[in-house]
Structure formats: C-alpha cells, structure tokens
C-alpha cells in the first residue's frame, strides 16, 4: 500500500491559535510553544504522561494526522486530512443522556478540567490491518459517566458522531459509504475502564479535524473503529446498542471488536500488522487485547471470544 512520505502540513494541523489561554488551561502560550519547536507558535496542550501509556516508539505526526480513517469526509486514507479542515468544532456541545440521573447538553470545556488532562500513548490497531503509536492527550471516559451518574439500568454506553452534511462531504450525494450518524458503543464496564479515554489532542496540541476532532473516544485494545470521532451525543442504554461497522457486515464486524490475533477477519489474517511510518515492509505480531490482556482479559472471562467477535 502506498503512503506519501513528503506530506505537507495544512492549517488545519496546527492548533487554533484562539482559546487556549482560558480559565482551564494552565500554561502559558509562551511556554508551550517553546516546548513545540514543530508548532510554528501555535498553542500546545500540556499534559503529564501517564503510566498506562505504551514505551513504543511513536508514529512520525505526519503519517498519526495524514493517513486517516474518517469516512464522513471520503474513504481514502488522504480524504481526512484533505477535507475535514472545513469542520467547525467551535462551539462543541455533548448530549449526555438515556439513563443517568444528570442528563443534558453539556459544553466540550465542562467535560473535563484541565487538570485531568494526561498523556496517553497507545497503540491504534485498525481492523484493515496495521497500526500506528499515538501520543493522545485527553482524559477517562469514566469521569464523564462519574457527572452523568448512570442509573442501575444502564448496561452500555452509545456514541453518535455529528451528523452535518453541509461540512461533511460524504454525508450527501449519490455515493455515501456508511449509515449515518456514524455510532459506535461499549460494555459499561468497558467504558469504565481507566484505559478508556476521550481525546482532546494528540502530538501536543488539540486534536487535527481528521483525527476526530474536538473529542473522540480512544479504547486502546479494541480495533480502530470502536474509537469513534467527532462525538455528539453518549447515551446510556440497557440493551446492547448498534453499531456502525456491525450495522454494515455483522458477519465481519463483531459488537466487541477486541484486538485478537487469533481470530482472523474473514477476508484476512489479524496475526500480524504493518507498521506505519516504520519504513518499507516493517511489521509486527499483532498481540491480544493489543497488549492490553493484564488490564482488561478479566472483562471477557467465560466468554466465547470467536463468537463474540
Ligand atoms: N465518525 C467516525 N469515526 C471513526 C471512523 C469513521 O469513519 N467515522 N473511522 C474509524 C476507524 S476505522 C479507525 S481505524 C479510526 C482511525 O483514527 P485515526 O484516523 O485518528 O487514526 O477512527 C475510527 N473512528
Ligand atoms: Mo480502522
């Protein structure tokens, strides 16, 4: 597969030089930007790294923001970064709602205080089979459903993203690749887990529109596409809710989407992986629950894992 190494950064790569300076953050522009000679003087997000992260070697930020899943703006790995620029992320509000004592429609900025922030490295292992090293930051997910409070009822938890076809191209027209709103959920227990985060960023910075921006679920030992981008609405459900690439093939996508080596995809092996950015034919065995197991195996013990897919 071919990937372009001279990839040219576009504005939209760079931080939105406005808003960074608020109650919420805690560093300077001054000082963040000498931290990101790369930045060009844009403002940067400072976390400090948190221990769950992977020591792996990170993926070089051109390929994390310039080889992209995003099927709202085309299904060409280069559509992302071409095209979802045009998004505006500002304002960005959040319905938290099904069954939790707290619903509403909730600011991006009161979602997290800047004080949770932390860097996560993980590695995102997509279902098409490779992988890239990421430096997210962001914080748990389980501090969101903390502020929602969950009801006894609830048992998962659903994720649409937007749905705004006037600036996502793929969202009209003839040829349309997916059901819309894109939707994806988790076990609650998964979603509780302390590996599970929302991103704000990545590389320092907020997050680029290709990657999902301004908040996008990160669940490090699930395939790629659990991690869904562009987050609207996260419900509390008592039944396991759809999900978009299941909605799509359910034979080939599965609800639980666990990194599983044994467990072929049936167009393809999943035992071993290509490396992004890691040079010509540079791949790695792929491990279970992508490295993950000693964190999360408990969650699925007594569980037929090849027929909950
Ligand atoms: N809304 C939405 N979320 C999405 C997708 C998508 O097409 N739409 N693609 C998924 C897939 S298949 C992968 S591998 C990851 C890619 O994330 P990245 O582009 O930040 O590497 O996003 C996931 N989240
Ligand atoms: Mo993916």
Redesign the pocket.
């Given at each position: 597969m071919h990937i372009r190494s001279g990839t040219t950064l576009k504005h939209s790569d760079v931080t939105p030089k406005r808003d960074w300076l608020r109650r919420r953050e805690f560093l300077g522009a001054a000082a963040a930007s000498a931290l990101l000679p790369g930045s060009a003087g844009a403002m940067g997000l400072m976390a400090a790294r948190s221990p769950l992260s992977t020591d792996a070697e990170l993926t070089p930020r051109e390929y994390?923001t310039g080889y992209?899943?995003?099927?709202?703006f085309g299904v060409g790995k280069e559509d992302?970064a071409a095209y979802a620029g045009r998004l505006t992320t500002k304002p960005w509000s959040v319905v938290i709602d099904g069954l939790v004592e707290n619903p509403g429609t909730y600011a991006l900025e009161d979602l997290y205080a800047p004080g949770d922030l932390e860097e996560r490295i993980y590695r995102?292992r997509?279902?098409?089979g490779w992988s890239?090293v990421?430096p997210w930051i962001g914080f748990p997910l389980s501090q969101v459903l903390a502020m929602a409070e969950p009801q006894s009822s609830a048992r998962y938890v659903a994720f649409e993203?937007l749905v705004r076809p006037e600036e996502m191209p793929k969202q009209t027209g003839l040829f349309q690749p997916?059901d819309w709103p894109?939707v994806e959920g988790l076990r609650l227990d998964e979603a509780a887990n302390p590996l599970t985060i929302l991103a704000i960023g990545l590389y320092g910075e907020t997050l680029p529109n290709?990657?999902?921006a301004p908040l996008?679920l990160v669940v490090p030992w699930k395939?790629?596409?659990k991690?869904?981008?562009?987050i609207v609405r996260i419900s509390l459900v008592a039944e396991q809710p759809p999900t978009t690439w299941n909605i799509q093939n359910a034979r080939e996508y599965g609800f639980y989407s666990n990194v599983n080596p044994e467990v072929d995809h049936p167009r393809w092996s999943q035992a071993v992986e290509r490396v992004i950015g890691g040079g010509l034919g540079a791949q790695r065995d792929t491990e279970m629950f992508n490295g993950y197991g000693d964190q999360v195996a408990s969650l699925y013990s007594g569980m037929d894992l090849r027929k909950f897919h």
């Open positions: 994390v992209n899943n995003f099927y709202e992302p995102l997509c279902v098409e890239m990421i993203t997916l894109y290709q990657n999902g996008r395939y790629g596409y991690s869904i981008k562009s």
